[in-house]
């Protein structure tokens, strides 16, 4: 099936530092979406992002969706201890009846206060 | 608004047995999943439903594996009989209809096999 790779695996930073994070596709979608997951509970929806070349942002997060359909990326300004979690990126191809979201495998946050 | 409901949030059972899972969508979503994760992965679609029909079940595994959303609103998945490969959180969600990105996802049922 398809594969969307996510980097990094994980990352430790300091409270107040930004944080960037990837996810790169052999394929191309139609839309990609940013989620949080906090341990004990289910993915929650950040960012959508609809159209190649698209930035948007969210409070303190910014995604884009790349020119080429096949990646995306996210960052964290002024990380807070709150932004711990797990974070996935999500492609989805649009068309027929089937709009299936395909997940990347994650990138575990950890923000030292 | 109400979120998906999933029950039970934690399950421990042995190879070999069956288990059910409930999930109760957000009232007036059309759309309906099922998605399994296994620790350190992503959620992989099980089963997608649009009201009381299924839509994409590709990555069901058929021979132990079923689902049903008779009346369009909730819906079960069941697993008989469970292997150790199947622990796993499952995750229920909903959207407003399959062509709507946001997809709202409940809590999760923790499925241990021993």
């Known amino acids: 099936g398809q594969q969307l790779n996510q980097s990094p695996q994980s990352m430790f930073i300091q409270e107040g530092e930004d944080v960037s994070m990837n996810c790169t596709s052999s394929s191309i979608f139609n839309t990609w979406l940013w989620y949080k997951q906090d341990p004990g509970e289910g993915p929650v929806l950040l960012i959508a992002?609809?159209?190649?070349?698209e930035l948007t942002s969210n409070g303190r997060l910014t995604a884009q969706f790349g020119i080429t359909r096949k990646d995306s990326f996210l960052n964290i300004s002024a990380s807070i201890p709150s932004d711990v979690g797990i974070y996935f990126c999500?492609?989805?191809?649009?068309?027929?009846?089937?709009?299936?979201?395909?997940f990347g495998k994650g990138t575990l946050l950890t923000v030292n206060p | 608004e109400a979120g998906v409901a999933q029950s039970p949030r934690y399950k421990i059972i042995e190879k070999r047995q069956s288990v059910a899972f409930w999930c109760n969508p957000i009232s007036g979503h059309a759309t309906l999943y099922w998605y399994q994760q296994i620790l350190g992965q992503g959620p992989k679609l099980l089963i997608q439903?649009?009201?009381?029909?299924?839509?994409?079940d590709s990555q069901l595994p058929k021979d132990r594996f079923s689902a049903e959303r008779l009346k369009g609103v909730d819906s079960t998945l069941k697993i008989q009989p469970a292997k150790l490969e199947d622990s796993a959180v499952y995750l229920c969600?909903?959207?407003?209809?399959?062509?709507?990105?946001?997809?709202?996802f409940g809590p999760g049922t923790r499925l241990t096999v021993l």
């Open positions: 999500a492609g989805q191809r649009s068309g027929g009846s089937n709009y299936k979201l395909t």
């Open positions: 992002l609809y159209k190649a070349g």
């Open positions: 969600a909903s959207s407003l209809s399959q062509g709507n990105n946001e997809q709202f």
């Open positions: 439903f649009q009201n009381n029909g299924v839509v994409d």
